[in-house]
């Protein structure tokens, strides 16, 4: 059985993998048209992308806090895995940038999993004004919390306009698929109306010939009948 460690490392590895992939798709994003259902479904396809690959940072970060109490690992490689997650989280930080995703950053602050000390820890050893200041400070750190909170929340709505923009994409798609549908069969009842008419002329022509030719034939046969008769 793979160990704790081994775990995180592998998922690392699979985020490192999808921001690889991420900022494999923002650099082919030159390659479209500046404006497009093309354009904006690639658009969607990266943010979403970038926004699974948040969570999974915010998963290996609360892995590494709890990955000493489940396996002895030194200093020494908790410092190192910090730094190689630290530097992941500011890459798709910057790609986020790159997409405009500003409220993108302020997640990591609001959701992450450093904490700021209990409340009741904060209170040993302060007096009544001491106590006045800090319960300011805690206020004052509930507002800022919600202003983050209203940013993600802000930031979220755009990621499901932007789902809601490539749904709107694929309904068109549908529509005029149907439409192009709808247009052949229309087409093609046409021509096999066409194709009717034309073996129906066709069975008639064929008809007078046929007749033609039998009153030709017959009075041939009179004629020989006639001639016959005369001279025998």
Excluded at 6 to 18: G, H, I, P, R, T
Excluded at 143 to 166: M, P, R, Y
Aim: charged share 25%; aromatic share 2%; glycine share 6%.
């Amino acid at each position: 059985m793979a160990s704790s460690s081994d775990s995180w490392v592998k998922e690392y590895n699979e985020a490192l993998k999808l921001a690889d992939d991420i900022s494999g798709m923002i650099s082919e994003q030159s390659s479209f048209p500046a404006s497009g259902p093309e354009t904006q479904h690639h658009s969607s396809a990266i943010r979403r992308k970038i926004t699974i690959l948040g969570t999974r940072l915010d998963s290996l970060q609360s892995l590494l806090s709890k990955l000493p109490g489940k396996q002895p690992i030194s200093e020494k490689e908790m410092n190192r895995r910090k730094d190689m997650l630290s530097n992941l989280r500011s890459k798709v930080n910057q790609m986020a940038s790159t997409l405009n995703m500003s409220n993108f950053a302020n997640r990591d602050s609001l959701l992450g999993p450093e904490r700021k000390p209990d409340a009741m820890t904060r209170m040993v050893g302060l007096d009544n004004n001491g106590l006045v200041g800090l319960q300011r400070q805690i206020m004052k750190e509930q507002d800022d919390g919600l202003e983050q909170l209203e940013e993600t929340v802000a930031s979220t709505k755009h990621i499901a306009l932007a789902v809601n923009e490539e749904l709107d994409l694929h309904t068109r798609l549908i529509d005029d698929l149907d439409q192009h549908v709808d247009v052949t069969d229309s087409r093609l009842r046409r021509v096999q109306k066409n194709l009717a008419v034309l073996n129906k002329r066709t069975k008639g022509g064929c008809s007078c010939m046929c007749m033609l030719l039998s009153v030709v034939g017959i009075v041939a046969l009179i004629v020989v009948i006639w001639l016959l008769v005369k001279y025998l």
